[in-house]
């Protein structure tokens, strides 16, 4: 079986405006030349292309997919909330939280990133593929069932979740984050709850400021089925990768999901604008790689990959490139034209050798 990769030219049209950057224009905030969020379509678009042009994209069983229906969205997002959504959406659009700005027509857009979740876990679900990615756009880890956030509208993952939920496919999945940021929106939803394990690497204290806590374990049923592994900045390519070996992949072990979801973020890349890490592109690879074997020996290699954040126009198609060529299992390589610059530029060995301890103290205030 191949590896699906969705995607829709319509989610590249997903569009905000009136922020310089993270700032709303006016006063001393001067319009950027390029407008709007970091969160914009060239970094999907160009990830798109480069792997077209490397001949990647023919090796993938490609799809689009419908809109998440009302009832789809229901699951995870209250009545009144969608409502608000769609009657913003069809008057132009507008702002319903914290820097998530959508234009008209933004409801729509916002369903079909969420449908290319949804249809992509399904897929992989019912066997049709053994793994894929969703290049899910607008992102989704950070939306609250009522709230959204940090350039999320719709909490893909989750509406993909109790979508398969509903239809039997799924019962025990894990949701591994590793996008720089706290995935609070994905650890929210299932915190009271042992069906779904949540587990976050992100730079501590980047966004949002008052989540993502070592101690954050989740409550009622969910207690100690949500797991936080907060970095400190300037961690590298060994530190991710420990991180993979000395918690998430024991973690996944003890939890034996049916299967696993990783919120793809590639803002823990060098060059990110918005973090202060350290990974590149052969990072990215390896770290899907280990998670790849890992659902090979946990859920039948039921694996699939949702693109979250990464807002470094330039190096973000590298890093998806490299992530979907191990996905695949693919012989084709998009060099990273930095990665010598990029090994000369990891954490000392004195500086990773405290980083993997952290890890070790944390591993073992989380029992792992």
Known sequence: MTTGFFMDERCFWHAGGNYAFTMPIGGLVQPLASGGLPENPETKRRLRNLMEVTGLMAELDVRSAPEATRDDLLRVHPAAYLDEFKRLSDTGGGELGLRTPFAAGGFEIAALSAG???????????????????????????ALPDFPNGFCLLANIAIAI???????????VAVLDWDVHHGNGTEAIFYDRDD????????EGNYPLDTGALADRGKGAGEGYNINLPMYAGSGHTAYLHALDRVVIPALEAFQP????????FDAAIVDPLARMQATAATFAAMTLRIKQTAEKLCDGKLVLVHEGGYSEAYVPFCGHATIAALSGSAINAPDPHQKNYEVRQPSPIFDAFLRDVIDLMAQKLNL
């Open 116 to 142: 290319l979740s949804i249809a992509a876990v399904d897929a992989v679900a019912t066997g049709d593929l053994q793994n894929a990615y969703a290049l899910s756009r607008p992102p989704g880890h950070h």
């Open 162 to 172: 109790e979508a398969a939920k509903g239809k039997g496919v799924v019962k025990r």
């Open 196 to 203: 779904v394990l949540t587990i976050s690497l992100h730079q």
């Open 258 to 265: 049916d299967m696993i979801i990783v919120a793809c973020g």
